[in-house]
């Protein structure tokens, strides 16, 4: 008994070494047993007990870390990394997908359970309607970029170093190599979002999370389907009976409209930024103010617009010693509430003349959704008045992470 368990030990070392394919390490571990074997036979034939036989003949091959090495480097070929590239490719791409089918499942399984929740819940008191879209967004889709990047650092590399025969400590620095550029790029230039920060940095560390996989595979726990392909099917029927079963219950559906829907009313908004003394006649008329930029309901920015203007009451603007255009951002999700001057940054001023046409280009922010362009005159004493009709602009901020954090340094 002993014996076995000795030459078991050994092989189980050694076949968990050797960066060979399924079918050349059973040749290999099969063809070392049956070596084994003989030369035990031979000592034992010279006169040595068996167990001191086998452990003398185990002790000829070296560490089985050692032969694992050389028993690789016999199965290289020229084409070997090639083909290790294609492997590399296609593991990366399964485990991509079935990780974030997984996670997305997941998290719709969890979404449900918790809106039959609230709807029960409904049902019994009165609940005020809560939009998390804009605050959870980001983090999910950037936690579920995270979990597909640990899946495929922690599935690479082995399939990688035995398709390659080279030792996966070889290969694990070749992958960290190549993909943490890779990962990189990817996290903070492909997927545009409207983010915000702790979904950006989740995000911008995708580099971590891909090197977290590499070097600590063994981090999620085994009953965790993150990068397994056989249960896909099974998850796909889950959220095929999920989606059903919200549309029975009536809890699938749109939300409620975001901050975009809110009503907007001009004396109140736009008193946050100076008085407007008559509606009547206006200083300043607004001929046209159209939205010239190429993305007109969001994106990075900057955004423009084209302001086409005329004085039309020139009494009303002679006290003023300065007449400029003024474009105020105001925060998103306001609600129906008026806006307060401290809820208002200044985005962009420009001076202006009595008659003329300007492209006037705002730069946007993340946190921003609704832009007000007025027309201000200043007085002497520095009190202002609005001197025109006001615009006001639905602008929602999304990029890449790296515009992000672009948008948010850059101020």
Do not use: C, K
């Amino acid at each position: 008994m002993a014996e076995s368990s000795l030459l078991d030990a050994y092989l189980a070392r050694l076949d968990a070494s050797l960066p060979l394919t399924d079918t050349e390490r059973r040749a290999a571990i099969e063809e070392i047993a049956g070596h084994v074997a003989d030369a035990t036979a031979e000592l034992v034939g010279r006169g040595l007990p068996a167990d001191v036989a086998e452990r003398r003949a185990l002790s000829r091959l070296g560490a089985p870390e050692r032969l694992a090495d050389d028993l690789a480097a016999a199965h290289r070929a020229p084409r070997d990394l090639v083909l290790a590239a294609g492997v590399a490719l296609r593991t990366a791409i399964r485990a991509t997908v079935w990780s974030v089918l997984v996670t997305w499942i997941m998290l719709f399984v969890i979404g449900l359970v918790l809106a039959l929740a609230w709807a029960l819940v409904s049902r019994i008191v009165t609940l005020p309607h809560v939009d998390w879209t804009r605050w959870l967004n980001a983090p999910l889709a950037s936690g579920t970029m995270a979990l597909a990047a640990y899946a495929v650092g922690r599935s690479v590399v082995r399939p990688v170093a035995r398709t390659a025969h080279r030792p996966e400590r070889q290969v694990r620095l070749v992958v960290l190599a190549t993909g943490l550029p890779l990962a990189a790029w990817i996290g903070l230039t492909w997927f545009s979002l409207a983010w915000n920060l702790p979904g950006a940095a989740i995000a911008g560390l995708l580099p971590g999370w891909f090197a977290l996989g590499v070097l600590r595979p063994g981090l999620v726990p085994g009953w965790f389907p993150l990068d397994r392909p056989r249960i896909g099917w099974a998850l796909i029927v889950v959220i095929v009976v999920s989606i059903a079963g919200l549309s029975v219950t009536g809890a699938y559906g749109s939300p409620p409209g975001g901050s975009f829907a809110r009503a907007v009313d001009p004396p109140g908004e736009f008193a946050a930024i100076a008085p407007f003394p008559s509606y009547a006649s206006p200083a300043f008329e607004i001929a046209s103010a159209e939205d010239a930029s190429f993305e007109p309901a969001g994106g990075h920015g900057p955004m423009r617009w084209m302001m086409t203007w005329r004085l039309r009451n020139a009494e009303a603007a002679a006290p003023f010693g300065e007449v400029r255009i003024e474009v105020w951002a105001g925060p998103a999700a306001h609600g129906n509430s008026p806006l307060t001057q401290g809820e208002l940054v200044l985005a962009r001023t420009l001076p202006m003349s009595a008659r003329g046409t300007r492209t006037i280009e705002v730069p946007v922010a993340p946190e921003r959704e609704l832009y007000y362009l007025a027309i201000v005159g200043v007085r002497t004493d520095g009190s202002r008045e609005l001197l025109g009709w006001p615009e006001v602009r639905p602008w929602q901020w999304s990029g890449t992470p790296l515009d992000y954090f672009a948008a948010t340094v850059g101020r």
